[in-house]
């Protein structure tokens, strides 16, 4: 296997990884990148970006990912195409094999790999992703202003959309499978107390319908076994999030949903030298602003945690 010397590997390429980057690059630190297996990340599967600051007309996720790395190039860091396979932070310097065919051997490891949307499984859904069906109401949520939407999911992540959901549209029907909620307390209250969210218990999607937009659902009613539609415009997932972690189970400390835990208010992790940023070690934010923020932050850790290894 060919090996390769480095100082600083930055794994996934979305904001949190490509704003580590600028300031790794930038800082004068030979970095690379591996874009990994969705190059550009979550942003790719959305449209307009509406709420990241500098875009006052905004940005499709897409074409802002592509910024985001002319931005790193810009300052030296080099993006590759590929994914990291396995991690050995046994010893130091750290070994990282690529594609299972290369070996990267690096001073520092920024794991900026992110978190997938968990999805219902229908094809529908799939055909109507970024057209109606989405996973994040905060990105998305504006675009269905006075309309009708659906929330999927019990969780505190399906409360917190019903409820953010709720202050833009008109109604919101949080669908949950079960006849309770997994959510918080303090959540179930809020939903419960808010007027234009309708429960619907013990319901699952069957379909969603339309052609080129959500125009509705099919649901079913597990208890009383029965079908019908509702006329919706937007449909909100929100079954929960993977974080994309499995390679580092071995080495790094994580919490019971498998995300990263860094130290508060950095971006340390259990072994010195490795750094986790963005949505792979935030389950609360989740936002491109947030994620880039914590990219930055954790370029300014492996600086510090590099300078002393000189
Ligand atoms: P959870 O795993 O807590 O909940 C997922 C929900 O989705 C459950 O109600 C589950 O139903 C439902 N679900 C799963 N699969 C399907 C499916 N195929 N069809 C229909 N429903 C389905 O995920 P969350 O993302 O809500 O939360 C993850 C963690 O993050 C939790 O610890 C949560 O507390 C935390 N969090 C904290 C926040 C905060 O502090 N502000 C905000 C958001 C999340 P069932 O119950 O039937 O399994």
């Not at 940023?277 to 600086?303: F, H, I, N, P, W």
Request: charged content about 25%; some cysteine.
């Amino acid at each position: 296997m060919k090996e390769e010397y480095i100082d600083l590997c930055i794994i996934g390429s979305g904001p949190a990884g490509y704003s580590a980057a600028i300031y790794a690059s930038r800082a004068g630190l030979k970095t690379i990148l591996y874009k990994g297996f969705q190059p550009g990340g979550q942003l790719t599967i959305t449209s307009d970006v509406e709420n990241y600051p500098g875009y006052p007309n905004g940005v499709q996720g897409p074409q802002m990912m592509i910024d985001f790395q002319k931005q790193a190039e810009r300052f030296g860091a080099e993006v590759r195409t590929g994914d990291v396979t396995s991690v050995d932070f046994s010893s130091y310097p750290f070994k990282l094999d690529v594609d299972n065919k290369s070996t990267l051997i690096t001073k520092s490891v920024i794991i900026s790999t992110g978190a997938s949307a968990k999805w219902l499984g229908l094809k529908s859904e799939e055909r109507l992703n970024g057209k109606g069906v989405s996973a994040c109401a905060v990105c998305d949520g504006f675009f269905f202003r006075n309309k009708i939407v659906a929330v999927v999911g019990g969780g505190d992540t399906a409360a917190e959309e019903s409820l953010y959901l709720s202050k833009l549209t008109k109604k919101v029907y949080l669908l949950v499978r079960k006849d309770f909620l997994r959510a918080s307390k303090i959540m179930q209250d809020r939903l419960i107390e808010t007027d234009n969210i309708n429960i619907l218990w013990n319901t699952e999607v069957l379909e969603v319908l339309g052609n080129n937009k959500v125009e509705g659902i099919t649901i079913f009613n597990n208890k009383k076994n029965n079908k019908s539609d509702i006329n919706i415009s937007g449909l909100f997932i929100a079954i929960g999030h993977k974080p994309n972690t499995e390679i580092f189970k071995k080495y790094l400390k994580m919490d019971n949903n498998g995300y990263i835990i860094t130290n508060p208010g950095t971006t340390i992790t259990n072994i010195k030298g490795v750094f986790a940023t963005g949505d792979v070690q935030d389950k609360v934010y989740r936002q491109a602003v947030t994620a880039a923020g914590s990219g930055c932050m954790g370029a300014l850790d492996a600086e510090r945690f590099l300078s002393t290894k000189k």
